[in-house]
Each structure stands twice: as structure tokens, then as C-alpha cells.
């Protein structure tokens, strides 16, 4: 079955950066787009970034533009999520998506999320 | 402010039919496919309808999607207590180029 699991969260300091990783198992994870979602404490749904099947493709949301990167390793069924210069505002369960065969195509699979929490 | 428009609650009484609007645009939901989720309290979001109107393996044919010009729906008939939740519209933005979702809404059964 599905399984992502997410892991890097914690609290970090403003300003300071945060490596977020998604082990993915249980489905050829290079032949699916992937996502990074996020949810302030006690807010609704944000999608964050998203990367297509061979990494060739990325997009993000204007909130996090400039100050944050995906990637993914398909050798090791991983995705990440480096986020730099992070402020209150990025508080938050991030969730690791499993999209479809391109970034156009919904989400189908969570993570269970892992949380960050920046303040000094 | 949510790019794709939801009501912020709804509520309904075991048995009965609830309706949860989704209002977007043409870079959006006229254009695009909508997606349904539902978020139990403290889990991770779950998908409930995908491309408008189909339902994964798995959840009740109780749920319904569907979708015309700038808007979709969501409906649940003979409402359960154990639908109490949050549910969340989405769908890809061409204009922002990249996946958008509604605010949310909290359903509560009475």
C-alpha cells in the first residue's frame, strides 16, 4: 500500500532554514508527480510546491517562491522540501502528496504531516 | 483569501442530504479537473472525489461530486456522524500555475 512518511520538522528560529524529506514506498515513486501541502495550526489547506515525475518540472506558490526548493531522489524514493529565511508565517503540518502522471493531475495519497515550527 | 470560494460551514441532521458549493474561475475549475478531500479531526486530509466525479475505491457511493462552468459540489446523502470533518475543494490554477484549494468547510451533524 501507499505509505509516505514524513520527517525534518521541529522548531527553527526566523531566518534560519529547514531540509523536509518524504519517504515514499508501496508505488513506483518516478513514475508520479509529488507535492509539499501545508497547514497553519487551526487554518485550512495551502499547497506549497509541487515536482513532476523526473524532476524536470517545478512549481511553487507565491508565499514560499525565492525561499524554498523541491526536489526528489527516485534512486532512493525520497522528496524533499529546503526552505530558507523562514518566518512565523510558515508554521505549520507539512504534508508530503502524491499527485498523478503529471503536476496537472490532483493528489491521491497524504503523509501523516510533520510539523515546523519557527519562532525565536 | 482563498482563490477557490467555500462556504465556511454547513450542517445537517443524521439521514438527511448536505451540499458543499466550490466557487472558482476559468483558470481553474472551468478549466480543470476538481478534487474533493475530507480531513477527519487531528488526521490527514483524505481523498474523497477526484476528476469532478468519481469516487476512489473505498468511499461510499454516499458522496457525490460534480462540476459546471466555474463551479463544482459536493454532496452527501443520509449523513452520518461520522462525516463530521472538514472537506476541501481543489483544483490547478492556470494562471498561478499551481494547485489551489478552497478555504474549507466544517461539517457538522446535528
Known amino acids: 500500500q501507499v505509505q509516505l512518511v514524513e520527517s525534518g520538522g521541529g522548531v527553527v528560529q526566523p531566518g534560519r532554514s529547514l531540509r523536509l524529506s518524504c519517504a515514499a514506498s508501496?508505488?513506483?515513486?518516478?513514475?508520479?508527480?509529488m507535492h509539499w501541502v501545508r497547514q497553519a495550526p487551526g487554518k485550512g489547506l495551502e499547497w506549497v510546491a509541487g515536482i513532476s515525475y523526473d524532476g524536470s518540472n517545478k512549481y511553487y506558490a507565491d508565499s514560499v517562491k525565492g525561499r524554498s526548493t523541491i526536489s526528489r531522489d527516485n534512486s532512493k524514493n525520497t522528496l524533499y522540501l529546503q526552505m530558507s529565511s523562514l518566518r512565523t508565517e510558515d508554521t505549520a503540518v507539512y504534508y508530503c502528496?502524491?499527485?498523478?502522471?503529471?503536476?496537472?493531475?490532483?493528489?491521491?495519497?497524504w503523509g501523516q504531516g510533520t510539523l515546523a515550527t519557527v519562532s525565536s | 483569501q482563498s482563490v477557490l470560494t467555500q462556504p465556511p460551514s454547513a450542517s445537517g441532521t443524521p439521514g438527511q442530504r448536505v451540499t458543499i458549493s466550490c466557487s472558482g474561475s476559468s483558470s481553474n475549475i472551468e478549466s480543470y479537473y476538481v478534487y474533493w478531500y475530507q480531513q477527519l479531526p487531528g488526521t490527514a486530509p483524505k481523498l474523497l472525489i477526484y476528476k469532478n466525479n468519481q469516487r476512489p475505491s473505498g468511499v461510499p457511493d454516499r458522496f457525490s461530486g460534480s462540476s459546471s462552468g466555474t463551479s463544482a459540489s459536493l454532496a452527501i446523502s443520509g449523513l452520518r456522524s461520522e462525516d463530521e470533518g472538514d472537506y476541501y475543494c481543489?483544483?490547478?490554477?492556470?494562471?498561478?500555475?499551481?494547485?489551489?484549494f478552497g478555504g474549507g468547510t466544517k461539517l457538522t451533524v446535528l
Open positions: 502528496a502524491r499527485g498523478g502522471e503529471d503536476s496537472r493531475s490532483g493528489i491521491d495519497y
Open positions: 508501496g508505488f513506483t515513486f518516478s513514475g508520479y508527480a
Open positions: 481543489a483544483s490547478w490554477d492556470d494562471s498561478l500555475s499551481g494547485w489551489v
